[in-house]
């Protein structure tokens, strides 16, 4: 495999385009001990066994705007009417929540992994200039393709940020500007699972990857 196919993370294998959707790779800044705190820990994905859908919190960000601060970039993919940015490399980077500029500790005390550390997290954009169909769709094609790449199941392994972090109640306010809701998105990604969808290379590819956390 050639270095840039290797650079690429997941997008190696989505689609430069889903409909209309332009898909990006725009990485945010590792966190560091003396520098900013982000949510690209820098540490390697070592399992994967959910999707996580949440949304940015601003009514109106648009994803490029979002991308370009750490503090709303904290996810792998931000979504809105007309692009998908990969902010946190996709296939091998785990993703922390950031609070008051620290990581949450929220191992249990039997030292077991926080969900958010083997979980692939997709925010929505909401509100304003943002056309939500348009948005949830881009949701559901990028949510179906991880599904098939890596085996899952959308009515157990996708799930919403709430269900995560009991102080936060997103998606609901992104699925309601498009006339849905968790379970209704979980139908509609198994309806396009049952369509073809583009071709991709095994999810082991990810441990050549294992230079990008």
């Known amino acids: 495999m050639r270095a840039l196919e290797i650079s690429a993370g997941i997008l190696d294998c989505l689609p430069k385009q889903f409909g ?13 001990p003396n520098g900013p705190v982000t949510s690209r820990t820098g540490k390697l994905l070592t399992g994967f066994t959910q999707i996580v859908i949440g949304d940015t919190g601003w009514l109106g960000l648009t994803a490029r705007e979002a991308a370009k601060d750490t503090g709303q970039a904290y996810g792998h993919f931000l979504v ?54 348009a948005a949830y769709d881009a949701c559901v094609g990028l949510t179906a393709f991880i599904c098939k790449r890596f085996n899952l199941r959308p ?17 609901d306010r992104a699925l309601r500007a498009a006339g849905s809701d968790l379970e209704k998105l979980k139908q509609a990604v198994g309806d396009k699972l049952e369509k073809a969808l583009p071709e991709q290379p095994p999810a082991a590819q990810a441990k050549s990857e294992s230079a990008h956390a």
């Open 155 to 171: 009515d157990t392994d996708v799930r919403g940020a709430g269900e995560l972090d009991f102080a936060r109640k997103d998606p």
């Open 80 to 133: 809105d009417h007309e692009v998908i940015i990969e902010c946190v490399p996709a296939l091998t980077s785990r993703v922390g929540i950031v609070e008051q500029a620290r990581f949450v500790e929220t191992r249990t005390s039997a030292g077991e992994l926080d969900a958010h550390e083997t979980t692939l997290a997709i925010n929505l954009c909401f509100g304003g200039a943002v056309k939500p169909t």
């Open 20 to 32: 209309s959707h332009q898909v990006v790779r725009q990485w945010i800044p590792k966190s560091r």
